[in-house]
């Protein structure tokens, strides 16, 4: 077990978090830290940055430390532009916080921001993920940040020195892939304007009381009477005490140090967008100890998340897959262990095409080893991470009928309670399936994803009435294959069963035993017969496993769609 543990990256980040807590601030709570800009769908990629930390903070609590996760939420952050799929008209509020840009069209939401936060918020509660929200919104205009932002307005030619050691340098390419190097820009924040003006270098950027956009640039400000004068796009010129005025915020690259400094953090990983040359995580190491007095946190950097087939996501980009989209398909165990199992350096896709049954099948096969005892540690604590919290297991299907089987079952009864319990309760006569919450939230993640996944195309379309003509068409060896598959049906009618019968029929025919191991000649004639039945049964020459096919056909409708041969 050790060696399970040396190798599990979630206990070597606790060991170096809790050592250095115990150096920077012995004896308080460990804070470790996400953010999150609500500026669009918050997607699965975002969801490594909170869930990164989650794990970790996990871990710490499992130890019986006080840890505290904080989500902040940069819902003051001003909105760059909008999403694909939403009015253009509400690109007149570009440049304006996202607490202030009023919600997407429909939505029952107070704000854009809100719109956009409160998916991910259900998400993390399915997921079981505890964390300690923070509005951006909240602690900018309530004054909470004042100190801190005369203090960086004080020391605002020392900051433009720190920032000026790294603008000439010329950032490597973080990929060879074309793909994912245009989308490394990440949330936005990272390549933000960092304060330089005309005027001068100010680290504080106002929103304009008349028009509520950041489109102002600062002219001009007083150390000792904090008197700050700008002007807008609007055409506004104004000037305003910074020591009572709550309507703006530091740029990015001090603003984030900053609040490293203010909430104590010791954990927070971060994307490559913000960890290379002159990125906002090296550049704030720089400016959290030499202005704000404090230390960067550890943290590692984490590679991209995808979606099969796509590159890495952008927040402000239409149609990308969220947290909230991913447990409509996956059960929420599931969907913690691809985070769990990878380390935070190593990218992954998520799937939502057909690989999505593999990967059930690979995590019910996981939960089988972990039950006879034959799974390798390493594998039973990435599990045990996904299943469970320090505050106690989530909730699970009582009854993991494979995903690909629940697929093929709702797609033939098109979702039919009646017809859909009837089939699993065939499935295996010494395991009954009585209700269909037993097979719950596992069905309806099946359900949802053929109904939304499942090109039309690829659907299956039960025959209504037999293929006389094809029938008619068959030969001997085709007809007595179709008279031996009846003869067993009664005999063999479970899942188990019917998979015996579809596969010894062709052995039957060819004269060899049940027991005999695929040869190439045997797999063709399995093929020649699995492709009649399809044909016979759907049309195409393929579809759902044959054996969840026939179950779900029945036994009557099978022995119609195959007796009417000459």
Same mark, same amino acid.
């Given at each position: 077990?050790?060696?399970?543990?040396?190798a599990?990256?979630?206990?070597?980040?606790?060991?170096?978090?809790?050592a250095?807590?115990?150096?920077?601030?012995?004896g308080?709570?460990?804070?470790?830290?996400?953010?999150l800009?609500?500026?669009?769908p918050?997607?699965?990629?975002?969801?490594?940055?909170?869930?990164?930390?989650?794990?970790?903070?996990?871990?710490?609590?499992?130890?019986?430390?006080?840890?505290?996760?904080?989500?902040?939420?940069?819902?003051?952050?001003?909105?760059r532009?909008?999403?694909?799929?939403?009015?253009?008209?509400?690109?007149?509020?570009?440049?304006?916080?996202?607490s202030?840009?009023?919600?997407?069209?429909?939505?029952?939401?107070l704000?854009?921001?809100?719109?956009?936060?409160?998916?991910?918020?259900?998400?993390?509660?399915?997921?079981?993920?505890?964390v300690?929200p923070?509005?951006?919104?909240?602690?900018?205009?309530?004054?909470a940040?004042?100190?801190?932002?005369?203090?960086?307005?004080?020391?605002?030619?020392?900051?433009?020195?720190?920032l000026d050691?790294?603008?000439?340098?010329?950032?490597p390419?973080?990929?060879?892939?074309a793909?994912e190097?245009?989308?490394?820009?990440?949330?936005?924040?990272a390549?933000?304007d960092?304060?330089?003006?005309?005027?001068?270098?100010?680290?504080?950027?106002p929103?304009?009381?008349d028009?509520?956009?950041?489109?102002?640039?600062?002219?001009?400000?007083?150390?000792?009477?904090?008197?700050?004068?700008?002007t807008?796009?609007?055409?506004?010129?104004?000037?305003?005490?910074?020591?009572?005025?709550?309507?703006?915020?530091?740029?990015?690259?001090?603003?984030?140090?900053?609040?490293?400094?203010?909430?104590?953090?010791?954990f927070?990983?971060?994307?490559?967008?913000?960890?290379?040359?002159?990125s906002?995580?090296?550049?704030?190491?720089d400016?959290?100890?030499?202005?704000?007095?404090?230390?960067?946190?550890?943290?590692?950097?984490?590679?991209?998340?995808?979606?099969?087939?796509?590159?890495?996501?952008?927040?402000s980009?239409?149609?990308?897959?969220?947290?909230?989209?991913?447990?409509?398909?996956?059960?929420?165990?599931l969907?913690?262990?691809?985070?769990?199992?990878?380390?935070p350096?190593?990218?992954?896709?998520?799937?939502?095409?057909?690989?999505?049954?593999?990967?059930?099948?690979?995590?019910?096969?996981?939960?089988?080893?972990?039950?006879?005892?034959s799974v390798?540690?390493?594998?039973?604590i990435?599990?045990?991470?996904?299943?469970?919290?320090?505050?106690?297991?989530?909730?699970?299907?009582?009854?993991?009928v494979?995903f690909?089987?629940?697929?093929?079952?709702?797609?033939?009864?098109?979702?039919?309670?009646?017809?859909?319990?009837?089939?699993?309760?065939?499935l295996?006569?010494?395991d009954?399936?009585?209700?269909?919450?037993?097979?719950r939230?596992?069905?309806?993640?099946?359900?949802?994803?053929?109904?939304?996944?499942?090109?039309?195309?690829?659907?299956?379309?039960?025959?209504?009435?037999?293929?006389?003509? %094809? /029938?008619?068409?068959?030969?001997?060896?085709? *007809?007595?294959?179709?008279? +031996? !598959?009846?003869? $067993?049906l =009664?005999?063999?009618?479970?899942?188990?069963?019917?998979?015996?019968?579809v596969?010894?029929?062709?052995?039957?025919?060819?004269?060899?035993?049940?027991?005999?191991?695929?040869?190439?000649?045997?797999?063709?004639?399995?093929?020649?017969f699995?492709?009649?039945?399809?044909? %016979? /049964?759907?049309?195409r020459?393929?579809?759902? *496993?044959?054996?969840?096919? +026939? !179950?779900?056909? $029945?036994? =009557?409708?099978?022995?119609?769609?195959?007796?009417?041969?000459p």
């Open positions: 077990m050790a060696e399970a543990v040396t599990d990256w979630v206990s070597r980040l606790a060991d170096e978090v809790i250095e807590a115990e150096c920077r601030a012995p308080k709570p460990i804070v470790c830290a996400s953010g800009s609500p500026s669009g918050i997607h699965l990629g975002n969801l490594r940055e909170v869930m990164t930390p989650h794990l970790v903070a996990d871990e710490i609590r499992r130890r019986g430390y006080e840890c505290i996760h904080i989500l902040s939420w940069d819902d003051y952050d001003r909105l532009k909008v999403p694909v799929g939403v009015d253009p008209a509400w690109n007149e509020h570009i440049g304006k916080p996202l202030a840009v009023p919600a997407p069209p429909g939505s029952s939401y704000n854009w921001a809100e719109h956009f936060k409160a998916p991910m918020i259900e998400a993390l509660a399915t997921l079981d993920i505890e300690q923070i509005s951006q919104t909240e602690r900018y205009t309530s004054g940040y004042r100190e801190q932002i005369l203090l960086a307005m004080r020391e605002r030619l020392r900051i433009d020195a720190v050691q790294y603008r000439t340098k010329v950032r390419a973080v990929t060879e892939n793909d190097q245009a989308a490394a820009v990440g949330s936005g924040s390549t933000e960092d304060g330089s003006t005309g005027a001068g270098y100010f680290p504080y950027k929103y304009c009381p028009c509520n956009t950041d489109f102002t640039t600062v002219t001009g400000y007083d150390d000792e009477t904090t008197e700050l004068s700008f807008c796009r609007c055409g506004r010129s104004r000037t305003a005490l910074l020591s009572e005025y709550n309507h703006g915020k530091l740029v990015w690259k001090v603003d984030w140090p900053m609040r490293w400094a203010y909430e104590g953090v010791t927070e990983p971060s994307g490559v967008d913000h960890q290379s040359p002159g906002s995580f090296v550049v704030g190491g400016i959290v100890s030499e202005i704000f007095g404090g230390r960067r946190p550890i943290g590692p950097m984490y590679a991209f998340v995808g979606i099969s087939g796509m590159a890495k996501m952008s927040s980009k239409g149609g990308v897959p969220t947290a909230a989209d991913a447990l409509q398909i996956m059960e929420p165990p969907l913690r262990w691809l985070y769990a199992r990878r380390r350096n190593q990218s992954f896709k998520v799937a939502f095409d057909q690989e999505i049954q593999r990967l059930y099948d690979e995590w019910d096969a996981l939960g089988r080893r972990m039950a006879d005892g390798s540690p390493a594998d039973r990435a599990a045990g991470r996904a299943l469970a919290t320090a505050s106690g297991p989530l909730p699970r299907t009582p009854h993991p494979p690909r089987t629940l697929a093929s079952v709702v797609d033939i009864t098109t979702g039919d309670a009646e017809q859909t319990l009837r089939i699993l309760d065939d295996d006569p010494a009954t399936i009585t209700s269909l919450d037993e097979v939230p596992r069905l309806d993640c099946a359900q949802h994803w053929v109904t939304t996944q499942v090109p039309a195309e690829q659907r299956t379309q039960v025959r209504t009435e037999p293929a006389e003509e %094809l /029938l008619a068409s068959l030969d001997e060896t085709q *007809r007595e294959s179709l008279r +031996l !598959l009846l003869a $067993g =009664d005999s063999h009618w479970s899942l188990d069963g019917l998979t015996t019968l596969y010894g029929v062709p052995k039957t025919q060819l004269g060899l035993p049940l027991e005999t191991k695929p040869t190439p000649e045997l797999k063709v004639a399995q093929r020649t699995f492709a009649l039945l399809y044909r %016979l /049964l759907v049309t020459e393929t579809g759902p *496993r044959l054996p969840t096919l +026939l !179950l779900a056909v $029945g036994a =009557d409708r099978v022995r119609s769609l195959l007796t009417n041969a």
